[in-house]
């Protein structure tokens, strides 16, 4: 399998996330009102370059879409996923704004998301966000040798679900290592037991898609960014993971 690596594959993969997260920081410090999309992504394009690290997502080719056209994907508020970061799109006070972005490193990837605050937000979506990055580490945590994809799933279900909040169902995480979308797939939702057993050097994307209302999604016109069905907002979390030893280790940290 491509998402099972060797020491050497490892040790790169474990450089790549920290300069990911790093960078991931220095983006996450500029989202302000007034601040346009594009302008996070000219930022990101010139830290890829400094960090030595090559934008996984820039021109990636989805069948259907096309070629992905940045190097980072800049949803906002009720989009969930895959937002182009344009010129148009600008912040303002009370907007979540989520940024995905991927990174190669000799010849590994990492993949990592955060949904970013601006400003002063509502009660409501402080408990997406929470909850949506408390969903994220129960499932990483469930990540072991031996259990399966299923716990990952159960893991992150339990947390929305105990929380009233949708499961996006149309999107999943995914294997990462040698290419940066590689199976097996990792709905946010399942059951232990389910799907193939996790393994020693296995790297995965956990990603969950949570919502403040039912889950469901859309495509906009441009076919890539996807909202939800409701309007309703959305938020993204996501690490690469490594099992080493057993255990999950998390990649994309500083």
């Given at each position: 399998m491509n998402n099972i690596l060797n020491k050497e594959e490892i040790?790169?993969?474990?450089?790549?996330?920290?300069?990911?997260?790093?960078?991931v920081d220095q983006l996450k410090a500029e989202?302000?009102?007034g601040v346009t999309a594009d302008k996070i992504e000219t930022l990101a394009l010139k830290l890829f370059d400094q960090a030595g690290l090559t934008p996984a997502f820039l021109n990636y080719y989805v069948y259907g879409a096309g070629n992905f056209p940045a190097s980072t994907c800049i949803s906002v508020?009720?989009?969930?996923?895959?937002?182009i970061p344009l010129k148009t799109k600008v912040f303002k006070e009370g907007d979540l704004v989520s940024i995905d972005l991927g990174a190669g490193y000799n010849g590994v990837y990492t993949d990592m998301a955060v949904t970013v605050p601006?400003?002063?937000?509502s009660d409501a979506d402080a408990k997406l966000l929470k909850f949506t990055e408390d969903s994220l580490y129960?499932?990483?945590?469930a990540a072991k040798s031996g259990n399966t994809i299923g716990h990952i799933g159960e893991a992150v279900e339990k947390v929305a679900n105990l929380n009233n909040l949708g499961i996006v169902r149309d999107y999943v995480g995914h294997g990462i290592g040698r290419k940066p979308h590689l199976p097996p797939q990792i709905p946010n939702y399942g059951e232990a037991g389910e799907g193939i057993t996790i393994a020693e050097g296995m790297a995965l994307a956990i990603e969950p898609m949570l919502t403040l209302g039912r889950g469901e999604t859309d495509v906009r016109p441009d076919g890539w960014t996807v909202v939800t069905s409701d309007h309703s907002k959305a938020a993204h979390f996501e690490h690469t993971i490594i099992i080493e030893n057993g255990l999950p280790v998390i990649i994309t940290k500083v």
């Open positions: 040790a790169d993969l474990k450089v790549n996330g920290h300069k990911l997260a790093l960078l989202i302000k009102p508020n009720e989009e969930v996923v895959h937002g601006v400003g002063e937000i129960r499932g990483i945590e």
